[in-house]
């Protein structure tokens, strides 16, 4: 299941990053610092998610709570330095305990049962959990996420639930090679913060992250507001079949 790439690739997978991201805000009018970088780690080794932090990397993202159990615990046992670890795959309501053992954030809150679980599982430790909602911005089937059309009014009441702290919204763009559909995808998202933000609905004036653009639609993601970008292969090479 995990593979080990040489540190250097892993090293050089990032700084190509850092500076891509850094090119799309110089591009867009931006300050580099107002987008964090997520590696997404997705069925890597603990020793090149290590290779990713030693290289600067501070934000990691799993997809499944399996891998989390698998490599998390070594993560910390080999790294003392500030790492902020997010689910960011789709979390079934059954596995919250688990997954809230290993995480400081979920971005893929997509239904209100999982915002009420992770809600009561958080007041239940005694602490405060951070999300996002996660939306489906393309439309397309196979993607999770909520409606565009009820994203707003979802938030508004997962901000509400006492236990979650909202950070913002996450997508996963249009996988569409017409760069117009993309872009209109991750627009689409921005229009929905920003009517998040406006809502004056209790704890949302402070939701203004924006979880999107991947190793592909990267750039179109920096010119549309994304706060944070989640990138694997652009990282760690292409993925093992
Ligand atoms: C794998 C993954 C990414 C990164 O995708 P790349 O195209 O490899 O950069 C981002 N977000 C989610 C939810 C993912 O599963």
Redo the contacts with the bound molecule.
């Keep these: 299941m995990t593979s080990s790439l040489p540190p250097d690739s892993v090293a050089s997978g990032w700084l190509a990053t850092v500076t891509r991201v850094a090119e799309a805000c110089r591009m867009a009018g931006r300050d580099p610092g107002e987008v964090q970088i997520?590696a997404?780690v997705?069925s890597q080794s603990v020793a090149t998610v290590l290779a990713a932090l030693r290289a600067g990397c501070r934000l990691i993202?799993h997809?499944r709570v399996q891998e989390l159990a698998a490599t998390v615990p070594g993560i910390h046992a080999a790294w003392a330095e500030p790492l902020e670890v997010h689910m960011?795959?789709a979390l079934q309501s059954n596995k919250v305990n688990a997954a809230l053992r290993y995480v400081d954030c979920v971005?893929?809150v997509d239904r209100m049962d999982l915002a009420v679980r992770l809600a009561r599982a958080a007041v239940a430790q005694e602490r405060v959990l951070d999300v996002f909602v996660q939306v489906n911005a393309s439309f397309e089937a196979s993607k999770g996420g909520v409606n565009p059309m009820t994203a707003v009014g979802f938030a508004a009441e997962v901000a509400g639930l006492e236990g979650l702290r909202l950070r913002g919204l996450m997508t996963?763009g249009a996988n569409s090679p017409d760069p117009g559909v993309v872009r209109a995808s991750l627009e689409r998202m921005a229009q929905l913060s920003q009517a998040l933000v406006a809502s004056r609905a209790p704890a949302t004036a402070q939701a203004r992250e924006l979880s999107m653009g991947?190793?592909?639609d990267l750039v179109a993601a920096v010119a549309a507001g994304a706060t944070m970008v989640?990138?694997?292969?652009?990282?760690?090479g292409p993925?093992l079949p």
């Design positions: 997520l997404a997705k993202g997809n960011i795959g971005q893929s996963i991947m190793s592909g989640r990138i694997g292969t652009g990282i760690f993925r």
